[in-house]
């Protein structure tokens, strides 16, 4: 019993009396439809409180208010109802945060208000203490047996002890049914999913290679310009360029897109000028090859033209080859679209050469994108139990048949206890002490009165001042008050089965 109460203390203590919890009536539709006016919320505290956490917090105007975090910054946090479409004027600080939402309960915030009526808060304080006072008397009667007196109902019966304290257990019985009964109610107001936020993470990798021909490839150890040599406008009027793409993630996609490539011209004022060069494409899959020619005359006769018309000469021009891709699909179910941004080979024109203008050409020409898919995905639903959580399906069906196992337990205990009348007054109620005696006492020259109960002999006991004896022994359970030639004698045999015994 002290467990339970420890842990329903340690679970649903009112922060006014130093608990974690605290209990927020619902009294508006701003988080519907999710939880709707006269619904219980319960909120307890939390060490961090997040962006998509619902929170209760104070207002310094209209009081507590239940709304979820969309965002933080610089320590206060900005809020908003699920049913509004603007946020929350005010932000608050951790500190004016009561809790996060555990659970609810729908419905019972109504319950509650009714309580603020003085006749139904009465009632529900007469029944409570009407409850304590009467489950406190039975452990009192209990606790205050002799431990040699335990003897008037079930003999040597191995339930013995539960049916001398069947009030304790009955006590027992209904606070687990009772808890029990909560953590049903508890699984059967949540869904058994629920939505969360996912973070699927997939890398998109590419490699750009070049050659150019040459009018003389003797300057070249293999004939021509390859990947990361400088090409001469002299020697070589083409150069064609090749992108090989690759998606990778760990979880399964289906992935298209499209691609083509283009050279973008530009110069350090900011001048730019967009020339395709490969013809546009798509994809299904995972990886792709695309190619294109970049025209180096053509190149050179936009120049001359910007310069002839601009009047301005500059010594470098930029030219940067860029795959263009866009891809969409799903991941693991979820979809995407995006970009490959870092893609994109930067390379410098004078007027005698084209070059790779970087001090880490490795890193150009095989770049690569680490982005996620950030979707909601439904998952099993929990109901956290302390530090255990409890999958909502086990504890529907838990919670149910606790419940159900422990109110019939009582119901059976109760219905028993009215059978055999367990609830009698006994010597336990009494302040006479029975003093057990070796043997059989027999009283053959004496008057032997059977008494009906317990109490009367006790009573007889208290009157004479005679001590009560007791004997007891297998088959035999007779207790005796010796009051000059009269024997009163109680055997509680003799008055639960109605069967006589010889003194």
Not at 409 to 422: I, M, T
Request: aromatic share 10%.
């Amino acid at each position: 019993m002290f467990l339970l109460v420890a842990a329903g203390w340690v679970l649903f203590a009112p922060q006014q009396l130093g608990g974690q919890t605290a209990y927020v009536i619902v009294n508006g539709n701003s988080m519907e439809p999710g939880m709707k006016r006269g619904d219980l919320a319960v909120v307890r505290r939390a060490d961090d409180y997040r962006p998509g956490d619902v929170v209760t917090y104070r207002h310094p105007e209209v009081g507590h208010v239940i709304h979820r975090i969309i965002d933080e910054e610089g320590g206060r946090y900005t809020l908003q109802g699920d049913n509004n479409d603007f946020t929350d004027s005010y932000r608050p600080g951790r500190g004016e945060v009561v809790g996060r939402l555990w659970f609810t309960v729908p419905g019972a915030g109504r319950l509650l208000w009714h309580l603020r009526d003085p006749l139904w808060g009465g009632l529900v304080l007469f029944v409570a203490f009407a409850g304590l006072l009467g489950g406190s008397a039975g452990t009192r009667r209990a606790a205050a047996r002799p431990a040699g007196r335990h003897h008037q109902r079930g003999g040597g019966h191995p339930m013995a002890p539960i049916y001398r304290n069947w009030q304790d257990a009955l006590a027992l019985l209904l606070a687990v049914g009772l808890a029990f009964g909560a953590l049903a109610w508890v699984g059967f107001s949540r869904g058994l999913e629920k939505s969360i936020p996912a973070d699927l993470e997939y890398t998109q990798r590419g490699e750009f290679i070049y050659d150019a021909a040459a009018a003389d490839g003797s300057i070249y150890d293999a004939g021509r310009a390859t990947t990361g040599e400088p090409v001469y406008l002299r020697l070589s009027d083409r150069v064609t360029f090749g992108f090989s793409y690759e998606f990778l993630a760990s979880r399964p996609a289906a992935v298209s897109g499209s691609y083509q490539l283009v050279a973008e011209l530009g110069d350090a004022s900011g001048w730019k000028r967009t020339i395709p060069i490969g013809e546009p494409g798509t994809f299904e899959g995972t990886a792709f090859q695309a190619k294109g020619t970049l025209d180096l005359a053509a190149v050179r006769e936009q120049i001359a033209a910007l310069e002839a018309q601009s009047g301005v000469v500059n010594d470098r021009y930029s030219v940067t080859i860029k795959p263009q891709v866009r891809i969409s699909g799903e991941l693991d179910g979820l979809p995407f679209e995006r970009g490959f941004e870092a893609a994109a080979l930067p390379l410098a024109l004078d007027r005698s050469r084209l070059w790779l203008n970087s001090a880490d050409p490795e890193g150009l020409l095989r770049p690569s994108e680490t982005s996620v898919v950030t979707a909601q995905r439904l998952v099993g639903n929990a109901v956290q139990l302390w530090f255990v959580r409890v999958p909502v399906l086990a504890a529907r069906i838990a919670g149910a048949a606790g419940a159900v196992i422990a109110f019939g337990a009582a119901g059976a205990l109760v219905a028993a206890a009215a059978r055999r009348g367990w609830g009698e007054p006994s010597s336990a109620a009494s302040g006479a002490a029975a003093v057990r005696i070796a043997g059989s006492g027999r009283f053959e020259s004496a008057d032997v009165i059977d008494v009906a109960s317990m109490a009367d002999l006790e009573r007889i006991a208290e009157r004479t001042g005679g001590i009560i004896l007791q004997e007891a022994g297998p088959g035999r359970h007779v207790c005796y008050v010796r009051d000059g030639a009269a024997v009163y004698r109680f055997a509680p045999e003799q008055a639960e089965y109605g069967t006589e015994r010889a003194a």
